[in-house]
C-alpha cells in the first residue's frame, strides 16, 4: 500500500469517527433525557459539548509534548484514538445528562489532540518519503470531510442516531483507526521541545500577542465567533427533529433524516473552500471574515425560518451559506496569524487562534446556547424560532463590531502566491 493511501485512509477515519456521533449527539440526548430533565435538557447539551473546549485547553498541548519527547507520534495517535473508543462506548450506558458530560469530556481528552496529531504525522511522514506537502496533503485531508459526511449518512440511513449503536459503532471504529495508525511509518520523538520552558511548550509564550491591540482585538473576536461555530453542531439535529413532534412534518425526510440534511453543510464546506483564494486575493482578509460572520446570520436566521416541509429550502440554504461561514473565518484567520506574527512564534500563534475559537469559544458557546434553549422553553416545548433569531442577532451585533474596531488595511498582492 502506498504512502499517500495509508494517509488517505488514515486522515478518512480521523474524522470518519467524530462524523458517527458529533452531529446526532444534542439529538440524542435530548430524545432521551429531555422528558425526565424539561426545560433543563437544552443548558445540559449546551454544557456536554463544551465539554469538548476544556479538553482542547490542555490535552492537546500535553500529548503532543509526549509524542515530542518520549513516543512515536504515530503510537501517540493510535493509543488516543484507542482509548477514546474506549471512552465513548461508555455513552451507552449513561442514563442521564451529567454521565453523559462526563463521558464526552473523557472521550474528547484523547480525541481532540488526535486532530493535530494527525497533522503532525501525515506532515513528517510526508517529508521523510521526500513528498512537496503543501500540494500533496491538501488532497489527502479533504478525504478526511468525506469520511465525517459519510459517517453522518450512515449513523442517519441507519437510524443509529436514535439509539444507543452510534456509540457501538463509534467505539469499534476509533479502536481500529487506533490499531491502523501503528502501521504508518514511524515519526520517533525528537526530543525537539527539550530546551523549552514548560510556557513555550504549552504555546503560552504567544499571548504575548495581545500586548498588540490589533491582534488582542483579532483573538477577542476569535474568540467570540468561536463560541457560535458549534452551536449548530449542538443543536441541529434536536432542532429538526423536534418538528416531528408536530403532525404537519411528521414523516417527513428531513425529521426523518435530520443528519443526513445536516450533513450538506459539510458539502458545502468542501466546495467553498475551493473559492477562498479569489476572495482573498478580490477582497483582503479582513472583508473575508466579516463575509464569514453574515454568513453565520444567515445561517441561524434562515433556521429560524425554515422547517422540513414547505421551508425546507431555507433550511437547505442554511446548510449552504455554513460552507462560507465555517470556512471563511477559520482559513482566513488562520492566514492572519501566520501574516502577523513573527515566525518563533508562530506554531504557538496558531495554537492560541485555535484556543480561542475550539478551546474558550466552545465553552462560552456551549454554555451561551444552553442558557439560551432553557430560556426559550416552555414547559417540555423549545421555541425554536426565538432561539434562531437570537444566534443571528448575536452574530450580527459581532459582524458589525468587528468591522469597525477591527483595522486591517487589504494589499492584494500580498496574498498572491495563495495555493488553490
Not at 261 to 276: A, G, K, R, V
Not at 294 to 308: C, T
Not at 407 to 419: F, Q, R, T, V
Request: proline share 2%; charged share 10%.
Amino acid at each position: 500500500m502506498s504512502i499517500k493511501l495509508r494517509l488517505t485512509i488514515m486522515n478518512f477515519f480521523q474524522f470518519f469517527v467524530w462524523g458517527i456521533w458529533l452531529i446526532s449527539l444534542g439529538g440524542y440526548m435530548g430524545q432521551v433525557f429531555g422528558p425526565v430533565e424539561g426545560s433543563s435538557i437544552g443548558l445540559s447539551i449546551g454544557r456536554t459539548y463544551g465539554s469538548m473546549g476544556w479538553a482542547s485547553l490542555f490535552m492537546p498541548a500535553l500529548l503532543g509534548i509526549i509524542a515530542d519527547k518520549y513516543f512515536s507520534a504515530q503510537k501517540v495517535l493510535g493509543i488516543s484514538h484507542i482509548i477514546a473508543g474506549i471512552a465513548i462506548f461508555f455513552a451507552t450506558k449513561a442514563s442521564n445528562s451529567t454521565e453523559m458530560y462526563w463521558v464526552i469530556f473523557a472521550t474528547s481528552c484523547f480525541y481532540m489532540p488526535t486532530i493535530a496529531l494527525n497533522n503532525s504525522v501525515s506532515y513528517a511522514v510526508l517529508n521523510k518519503f521526500s513528498f512537496d506537502v503543501q500540494k500533496t496533503f491538501t488532497p489527502i485531508r479533504v478525504w478526511g470531510t468525506v469520511g465525517f459526511i459519510i459517517a453522518m449518512w450512515v449513523t442517519d440511513l441507519t437510524d443509529w442516531k436514535s439509539n444507543t449503536l452510534q456509540f457501538v459503532f463509534a467505539s469499534v471504529s476509533m479502536i481500529v483507526t487506533g490499531l491502523f495508525c501503528f502501521t504508518l511509518p514511524d515519526v520517533p520523538a525528537e526530543n525537539k521541545n527539550s530546551n523549552q520552558s514548560l510556557t513555550s511548550k504549552f504555546g503560552l509564550d504567544s499571548f504575548v500577542l495581545f500586548k498588540q491591540k490589533k491582534m488582542a482585538i483579532f483573538f477577542v473576536f476569535a474568540m467570540l465567533l468561536g463560541a457560535a461555530l458549534q452551536i449548530t453542531n449542538m443543536f441541529g439535529d434536536t432542532f429538526i427533529r423536534d418538528f416531528g413532534s408536530n403532525p404537519e412534518y411528521k414523516g417527513t425526510f428531513g425529521v426523518e433524516h435530520s443528519v443526513f440534511i445536516i450533513s450538506l453543510s459539510q458539502i458545502s464546506e468542501t466546495l467553498f473552500i475551493l473559492t477562498i483564494p479569489f476572495f482573498l486575493k478580490r477582497f483582503g482578509i479582513k472583508q473575508v471574515m466579516i463575509f464569514s460572520m453574515i454568513a453565520w446570520v444567515l445561517r441561524f436566521a434562515l433556521f429560524g425560518i425554515g422547517n422540513p416541509g414547505s421551508g425546507v429550502i431555507f433550511l437547505i440554504l442554511s446548510m449552504i451559506v455554513y460552507g462560507m461561514a465555517f470556512d471563511f473565518f477559520n482559513i482566513s484567520g488562520s492566514l492572519f496569524v501566520e501574516k502577523q506574527t513573527d515566525s518563533k512564534i508562530r506554531s504557538s500563534a496558531q495554537g492560541l487562534f485555535m484556543l480561542m475559537t475550539n478551546g474558550i469559544g466552545a465553552i462560552i458557546g456551549g454554555e451561551l446556547a444552553g442558557r439560551t434553549v432553557s430560556y426559550f422553553t416552555i414547559g417540555n416545548k423549545i421555541q425554536w424560532s426565538n432561539v434562531w433569531f437570537s444566534f443571528a442577532a448575536y452574530a450580527f451585533v459581532i459582524a458589525i463590531a468587528f468591522a469597525i474596531l477591527f483595522k486591517y488595511k487589504h494589499d492584494p498582492k500580498e496574498l498572491e502566491n495563495i495555493e488553490h
